[in-house]
C-alpha cells in the first residue's frame, strides 16, 4: 500500500485533525539549512523536522546498520547507517526484505518566508554507498512545487536536478559483481564509497518537464511559497540481481535572491563604504 505520509497536508480544512506539514523556513536570502541526520535512528519517528516521505510498503524503517558488525543482508528498507564511532546517515535499499520497498521517495520541504523572491538554491550533500549490490544504481535529486501527481494533472518531479551512479570509477570495488547472488558492505564514510554532490539549481530557467518544454520552467520561488526537494533512487543500466543501498549525508541547502537583489546588496556596501572612508577622512582631517 502506497504511504502517502508527503501528500497528508492536502487535506486542508476537509480533515482539521491532521497536523499542518512542517518546512524549512526560510527567512532571509543567503540562509542556509544544514541536516547530518545523527539524531536519525531509523525510525520514522526520528526522521529530522521538515523531512518526509512515500514509499510502498507498510514496514518501511528498519532501525540502525553498523557496517563494522552487520552483513549486508540485514540491511533492507530505510535505516540509519553508521561505521560504529561515526555519525548517522540516512541510506535506504529498495526490494528487500519481508516488505516491499518499491519507489521509496525522501522530500525535503522548503518556505520562502522573505520579502524576496528566491530564484536559485545552491545545494551540496554526500552520497555514500554503505552495501554494493549487482545493480549500478543512481540517486537522483529533483525538485517540484506539487507533491501529488493528480494536483495539477500533471506527473511531478519530472527532471533530475542531477543524478549521480552509485559505481564510482576511482574505486575498483564499485563495479558491477558478476554474480546476482552476491553482495557486500562498504563503510560509507570513506572517501572511496562516497562523492560530494554540489550545484546551483536555478529556478528560473529549470523545466516543469523536459520532455514537453511547452510546459514552461518553475521560476522564482515567491514569498510565502513553498517547493520540494525530493530524492529517489533508480536502476542505471543493470536491472536484475541485488541492489546498493545508497543515502545522502551533509545536506546544506542556500537561498539565492533575483540578480537586481544582488547589485543592490552590492550598491548599498559601496555606498555604506563611500560614507565611511569620507566620515573617516573628515575625521583625520579635524584631529590634523
Not at 523556513?25 to 525510525?43: H, L, V
Not at 528560473?204 to 513553498?226: K, M, N
Amino acid at each position: 500500500m502506497k504511504n502517502l505520509h508527503t501528500l497528508i497536508f492536502t487535506c486542508g480544512l476537509v480533515c482539521p485533525m491532521v497536523p499542518a506539514f512542517a518546512s524549512v523556513s526560510f527567512n532571509s536570502i543567503g540562509q542556509t539549512y544544514s541536516q547530518n541526520f545523527n539524531t536519525f535512528e531509523g525510525t520514522e519517528t526520528s526522521l529530522p523536522d521538515n523531512w518526509s516521505f512515500e514509499g510502498d510498503g507498510t514496514d518501511i524503517f528498519r532501525g540502525v546498520f553498523n557496517s563494522s558488525t552487520d552483513s549486508a543482508s540485514t540491511f533492507t528498507g530505510v535505516m540509519a547507517a553508521t561505521n560504529g564511532s561515526s555519525g548517522n546517515s540516512i541510506v535506504w535499499r529498495e526490494s528487500t526484505g519481508g516488505a516491499s520497498l518499491d519507489d521509496f521517495r525522501l522530500i525535503l520541504s522548503v518556505t520562502n518566508n522573505t520579502s524576496t523572491a528566491i530564484t536559485s538554491f545552491e545545494y551540496q550533500y554526500t552520497l555514500e554507498t554503505w552495501v554494493n549490490g549487482r545493480r549500478d544504481n543512481e540517486l537522483r535529486f529533483k525538485y517540484d512545487t506539487i507533491l501529488d501527481d493528480t494536483a495539477a494533472d500533471r506527473g511531478t518531479f519530472e527532471n533530475d536536478i542531477v543524478a549521480r551512479n552509485s559505481q564510482f570509477t576511482q574505486n575498483p570495488n564499485h563495479t558491477p559483481i558478476a554474480s546476482n547472488g552476491e553482495q557486500f558492505v562498504l563503510d560509507g564514510t570513506q572517501a572511496a564509497n562516497q562523492t560530494i554532490v554540489f550545484g546551483t539549481l536555478d529556478l528560473t530557467t529549470f523545466l516543469i518537464d523536459e520532455s514537453d518544454p511547452s510546459a514552461g520552467v518553475f521560476g522564482a520561488l515567491q514569498p510565502g511559497e513553498t517547493g520540494y526537494f525530493r530524492w529517489q533512487i533508480s536502476n542505471n543500466q543493470l536491472t536484475d540481481g541485488n541492489r546498493s543501498a545508497l543515502g545522502i549525508n551533509d545536506l546544506s541547502l542556500t537561498a539565492i535572491p533575483e540578480p537586481r537583489v544582488y547589485a543592490s546588496l552590492a550598491g548599498l556596501f559601496a555606498f555604506t563604504w563611500v560614507v565611511y572612508r569620507r566620515r573617516a577622512q573628515v575625521h583625520k582631517a579635524i584631529e590634523g
